[in-house]
């Protein structure tokens, strides 16, 4: 079977807003290290892994290559970009990036706790549709809410999944995806998974992550993640 070459787009030029802090959420230490370095490592270290391509702040390239990249020797980095004013238009800024790919892993970098075994039920999902998303059924029983702030309807929650990073794609389909959505409205967009939905039609299918792949967000994501360091990298309290 021929080499399914892999590039992974990591996404660290959010505000973190929410966070309440000057740093941004992805340069935040957890653990000792900074909470990009996670993920980053993760891909570094897997043999699915061709490529990275960092996605940041303008403001924040030199930090991000000197800081982290280089400090750390992630040298699988081959671009370390500026992102755009929305995270479509980040992504779409990583995939004019990559070379020569045949499937894009698009990850948060603030989820640091991917590993190697979600990357590949990942790709294998991928590689089985063309389109991956990583996601875990939902713990909790979920109300749709109507315009004025009450219970429209509870879907069935066995049907309902919390979505997650990375979401894995071949390269061609979501390339073309998000060209064709970008001549369209895109503010509604909040992942790479409804860009392919609305522009290609494709099924797109559901693989389990982890209940400890969160997203760090804000400050309590913060304690929880300090709690996972210690126990998934064996860190001294």
Excluded at 6 to 35: D, H, W
Excluded at 36 to 63: H, M, N, W
Excluded at 174 to 191: C, G, Q, V, Y
Aim: aromatic share 8%; with cysteine; charged share 25%.
């Amino acid at each position: 079977m021929a080499l399914r070459r892999c590039t992974a787009i990591v996404l660290a030029a959010g505000q973190g807003k929410r966070m309440n802090s000057k740093i941004q959420k992805q340069f935040l230490e957890v653990g000792g290290y900074p909470v990009l370095y996670y993920s980053l490592r993760c891909f570094q270290e897997s043999p699915l892994i061709q490529e990275i391509v960092l996605v940041t702040g303008k403001d924040a390239v030199s930090y991000c290559r000197n800081e982290i990249v280089e400090k750390y020797g992630f040298s699988k980095v081959t671009s370390i970009i500026p992102g755009g004013k929305e995270r479509y238009d980040s992504v779409y800024a990583g995939l004019l990036a990559c070379k020569n790919c045949d499937y894009v892993f698009i990850h948060d970098g603030a989820r640091p706790f991917i590993t190697e075994e979600i990357l590949e039920r990942g790709l294998d999902g991928a590689v089985d549709t063309g389109a991956c998303v990583i996601g875990m059924p939902s713990k909790d029983t979920i109300k749709l809410a109507d315009a004025g702030g009450f219970v429209d309807s509870t879907p069935d929650r066995r049907c309902v999944w919390t979505i997650q990073t990375p979401q894995i794609f071949s390269y061609a389909l979501i390339r073309k995806a998000h060209e064709s959505i970008r001549l369209k409205e895109m503010t509604s967009i909040t992942d790479d998974a409804m860009v392919v939905e609305q522009e290609t039609g494709v099924k797109i299918r559901l693989v389990e992550g982890s209940y400890q792949n969160i997203k760090i967000t804000t400050p309590e994501d913060m304690d929880v993640a300090e709690n996972f360091c210690r126990k998934l990298f064996k860190i001294p309290s």
